[in-house]
Structures are given as C-alpha cells and as structure tokens.
C-alpha cells in the first residue's frame, strides 16, 4: 500500500473509524422528549355519550362519510381530497419536509470536495518566483473536513427535522379531515337553503291563489279592503323569501366549489333534506383514546418533539466544535509532469469553541426552552379543545333530535290549524286575521324545521371530525383491517 510520507491509507481508514466510533458513541445534550399523552387529565368518560362502550377504531376507520349514505355527497368529497389546493399545499408540504430531513442529515457525514486549479505569473501563492520570472503553477487536490458530532448537535437537529416531517404527515391529515367536514357541512347547508326556497316557493304559490280568491271577493263587496291588504302583504313576505334563499344558494354553491378546488358554479345535489337518512349512532369511546386518534393533538405533539430537540441544539452550541480535516493532492509547474511529483497531503484536527461571549450562548438555550414551553401549552390547550368539540357535539346531537322531533310535531300541527282556519274562514266562523297568521306560524315552522335538520346532519359531521374522522385511502383502511385480525 502506498505510503504519504509515513502515513498510509489505511492508517487515514483508521482514523476514519475512530471518529465514526466517537460520532456513534458520543453524548447528546439536551433533554430527550418523552410522550406527552399520558400527562394529561381527562374526563374518564363523556357527559352526553348515550353509547356506552370500550371504544374499537371497527368504526372509525372508515371512510365516515359513506355513513350519511349520499353517492353525491361521497363524490364531491373524492373531488375536494384531489383538487382542493390546501390539500395540495399540504402534501407538497410533506415533500419539503422530506427534503428538509435529507438536507439535515447530509451534516452528520464528512464533506469531500474537489479543487483544480492553475495559475501564471511571476507570483503565486503570495510569493514571488525565482527572480520575478514568469512561471506555472498547476493543482489538483481532494479534501475531507467532518465536524464530529460530539455533543449531538447534528442528531438533535436531525430528531427535529424528523419530528417535522411527521407533523406535516399529521398536518396533512388534519386539513383533510378539515376539508371533508367543511364539504359536508357546506353541502347539508345547501340542501337546507334549497328546501327552504322550495318551501317558499310553495307558501308562494299557496299565497298567491288565495290573494286571488280575497281579490274576486273585494271586488264583489263581499270582504272588506283590510282582508285584501292582509292577504297582499302574506304574499309579499313569501315572495320576498324565495329571492332571499335563491341568493343563500347561489352564494353556499360557491362556497362549496372553492372548497372543491373549483371554479364557483351550480352544485348537483342528492336526496332532497327531508329525504336524508340520519347517520347511525356510533360509540365514541373514553376521552383518553382521542390523544391517539386526533390527528391534530399527534401534530401538536411532533411540534412539541421537535422543538425539544432544538433545546439539544443550543446547548450542544455552547461546546467546542471538534474537526477532522484532510487534504491529499498533487502540484507541478508543469501540466505534463503532474503526477511525477510526490503527492501533497495535509491532516489535521481542530477544537472551536465559545470562550466568553457576555452570556449569549446560555441565552440561546434559555429562549430554547421558554420556546419548548409554549409549544407545550400549545399541545395542552389542543387536547382540551379537542375534548371540548367532541362534547359539544355530543349535546349538539342528544338536543338537536329533541328539538327536531319538536319541530316536526309544531309542523304538523301548524299545517293542520292552517287548513281549519281556512275552513272556518271560508264558512264566516272567523277573522281573516286567524287565516294568516296561522298561515304565518306553519311558513315559518317549516322553515326552522329545515334548519334543525341541517343543524342535525351537521352536528353528526362536527362529532366525526371532532373524534379524529376515518381512515383516508384504501391502503389505511387495509392496514387496518390487517391489524384487527
């Protein structure tokens, strides 16, 4: 084996290993992070669950919206998970994450570079030639520096950046199952404005054979002016309801297509709103199951995670740096004889470190950690907030089916007393008065009934999303599956 005056390759290997045995074996500063779930108190169980049972993700994992049973509604769901361009920023965010992670790895090894050169003149290197004569000088050399991770710096940097990368895949996760809520709740409002100006449109044209009826009678002297202006301004508050629902659904389909990464338009709908089917009900497990299950609770954890790690960072920061260097290359005045002459080399170490610097370097750790601590607020105050929606969707579902079935039994009710005044109207019992203002009460009942429905419906899809959705592709569902049996 060659030698370089005295030193050989292998000798050069040699110490090549020595510093992956440091690099592999050496310290990292810093805290190392530990799980944060179990350091939360939670409810053991939640108020308003009327199931209840020990929580499987069977479920769960599912693509949930199938369970409001609506092809349409599934449909532009696949369309807003392609084309909805904050799902595509997400996922483009994940790549960047990805290349952030190889880039910080690239620091744990040794850098090689290259140098060629040459040069003419009767200086060169800083120094004169022999008697100021023109002269060349050609080069080539390779070098090698690697800055020994001693304290751990660059694992540290490399934990977080890791820890990055998995928040973007759960930040990912989180807009998704954003998205579908938002897709959902937009198309069941959609369905509620176009019934309510179905019902309108209907009150209308009911308004407007009676107007007709009470016209023919003022005109016969047979009913007084007063029961024709009643009978007009019923009929202006009907026809000033359908244009204002026609504006709610213009506006809600627009709504709906920018959320479907389109251009804003008509909208196709399914099932009329009193033509949906209620999602079934479904167990929501204990609150200390959403920890493992909201996307956005694992997201703020990685945060966390990786914010710790650059605690590590900073402390490793106020530690020397230590440095293999090597340089091996060959140098001639002639071109020709460039590898004749003995090569050049150069090894060496170095120790860099801060000496006195008024205390910046501890305060850098100390922002390190106040800023750790507020990500770990930041990842608290999630979980309570998820507990909170899931809560709150819980009590929306439980009242909102009271309320429901109130409404329906006002409406029935409503519609009926409408037909009897009108009877009794017609047959002189009694005052216009009656007639419109149950005509009034069974317009407006129908109307909140649409509302409560949509309220109902969208209540389920804020219980869904507030226990972390389902599973978002094929292969997620199968590994599921796989893992259950």
Known sequence: ?????????????????????ILFDSCKVGPSFKTQ??????????????????????VLNISWWELFDDPVLADLIEIGLVENKDALIASSRIEQ??????FTKADMGPKIEYNLGAQRGNVIGGAPTQGFSASNLFTGFGSLSWELDFWGKFRRANEAARAELLATEHGQRTVQIALISAIASTYYELLDFKWREFISRKTLDLRQASLDIIQARYN?????????????????????????????????????????GRSPGPITTGAELNDQNLPPDIPVGLPSMLMERRPDILEAEALLHAQNARIGIAVAQRFPSISLTGLLGVASNDISNLTANPAAFAIGG?????????????????????????????YERTVIVAFQEVEDALVAISTLKEERQARMNHVLAAQNAQYLSGERYDKGVTSFLELIESQRQAFEAELSLSETTQKLFNSYVNLYKALGGGWLSQEEMNAAMNEDE
């Open 97 to 102: 994450a990805m290349a952030q992670l190889g």
């Open 220 to 260: 016969s002297g047979i009913v007084a002016e007063i029961d024709l202006n009643q009978a007009q301004i019923q009929r202006a508050i009907a026809a000033s309801a359908v244009p204002r629902f026609q504006r709610s659904v213009a506006q809600t389909e627009n709504a709906l297509g920018i959320l479907l």
């Open 1 to 21: 084996m060659k030698k370089i005056q005295g030193l050989t390759w292998k000798t050069c290997i040699i110490l090549l290993a020595i510093g992956s045995l």
């Open 350 to 378: 170095s120790l860099l470190g801060p000496l006195f610097e008024f205390g910046k370097n501890k305060k850098r750790v100390e922002i390190e950690r106040k800023i750790t601590e507020q990500f770990l607020y930041e």
């Open 37 to 58: 779930r179990t350091e939360i108190d939670s409810t053991a169980v939640y108020r308003y669950d009327s199931i209840q049972l020990a929580m499987t993700d069977s």
